[in-house]
């Protein structure tokens, strides 16, 4: 998993280990934590493909006040 900042481009990568929603949430937490108290300042947006592993970042995504848009093949 791949959160890239757009004006520094600044990377955060962490590998994950399944293609599963449980992976990628446990993903997320562990790029997200050093940011606690203040995710909502550092990420404004999280843009997703469709895949069924993304199936829960909606709800992660407003548990903090971030907002979740998910892409869209055309």
């Known amino acids: 998993m791949t959160l890239i900042e757009q004006k520094t481009r600044k990377e955060l990568i962490i590998r994950l280990d399944g293609k599963d929603a449980e992976s990628v ?11 606690e ?9 999280i843009t997703a493909d ?4 993304f199936s829960t970042l909606a709800e992660y995504g ?5 907002s979740v848009y ?3 093949p055309y």
């Open 25 to 35: 949430e446990l993903g997320l937490k562990k790029l997200i934590g050093p940011y």
């Open 37 to 45: 108290g203040r995710v909502a300042q550092v990420f404004k947006t």
């Open 50 to 53: 469709n895949g069924s592993e």
């Open 62 to 66: 407003k548990k903090d006040g971030v």
């Open 70 to 72: 998910f892409s869209h």
